[in-house]
Antibody, heavy 119, light 110 residues
Framework: EVQLLESGGDLVQPGGSLRLSCAASGFTFSSCAMSWVRQAPGKGLEWVSHISSSGGSTYYADSVKGRFTVSRDTSKNTLYLQMNSLRAEDTAVYYC????????????WGQGTLVTVSS | QSVLTQPPSASGTPGQRVSISCSGSSSNIGSNTVNWYQQLPGTAPKLLIYSNNQRPSGVPDRFSGSKSGTSASLAISGLQSEDEADYYCAAWDDSLNGYVFGTGTKVTVL
């Protein structure tokens, strides 16, 4: 059974940093591209970042470019999102999602982890 | 901000057919496939339709998707109470070099 389990969400002050993790199981992690998607309270979905299966290619939304870094550790079957210079508008539930091998869709999602940026 | 536009709400009575539109541009829907997600209250999104009109295993055939030019649509036939949720379209955008979601549509079963 495919499982994605996010962790690391917390309350952090503006300007602070946080690292999210997404532990993957039930599939060959090294074969799948992964993304982070967030949802601010009461708002819609916003794609944040994407990393290829090899980790060699990464993509970011303009809203986080230069502040967030996505990475993956195949030996630990874990996806990461390093978030620096956090702003109030980064407050959201962050989901990790697996991209289908032969399509652009995300077929499995984690349960999400809440990041709150506030003083 | 979302570059794919959806109506904020849609509704119908049980058994009716409801359709949700998703309007984009040549850089996203016009040149890439469209996916649809369902989000029940308080839960993570769930893939409903991929590659314009394909249903993942386990998704009822009451749900169908289509695409034409720079627009796409999701249809729910035989509406049921458990279909009450938020629905999002999405596609890769070649200009933004990123994935874009629609503004979302809340479906209410009357």
């Amino acid at each position: 059974e495919v499982q994605l389990l996010e962790s690391g969400g917390d309350l952090v002050q503006p300007g602070g940093s946080l690292r999210l993790s997404c532990a993957a199981s039930g599939f060959t992690f090294s074969s799948c591209a992964m993304s982070w998607v967030r949802q601010a309270p009461g708002k819609g979905l916003e794609w944040v970042s994407h990393i290829s299966s090899s980790g060699g290619s990464t993509y970011y939304a303009d809203s986080v470019k230069g502040r967030f870094t996505v990475s993956r550790d195949t030996s630990k079957n874990t996806l990461y999102l390093q978030m620096n210079s956090l702003r109030a508008e980064d407050t959201a539930v962050y989901y990790c999602a697996r991209r289908m091998v032969a399509a652009t869709a995300f077929d499995y999602w984690g349960q999400g982890t809440l990041v709150t940026v506030s003083s | 901000q979302s570059v794919l536009t959806q109506p904020p709400s849609a509704s119908g009575t049980p058994g009716q057919r409801v359709s949700i539109s998703c309007s984009g541009s040549s850089s996203n829907i016009g040149s890439n496939t469209v996916n649809w997600y369902q989000q029940l209250p308080g839960t993570a999104p769930k893939l409903l339709i991929y590659s314009n009109n394909q249903r993942p295993s386990g998704v009822p055939d009451r749900f169908s998707g289509s695409k034409s030019g720079t627009s796409a649509s999701l249809a729910i036939s035989g509406l049921q109470s458990e279909d009450e949720a938020d629905y999002y379209c999405a596609a890769w955008d070649d200009s933004l070099n990123g994935y874009v979601f629609g503004t979302g549509t809340k479906v209410t079963v009357l």
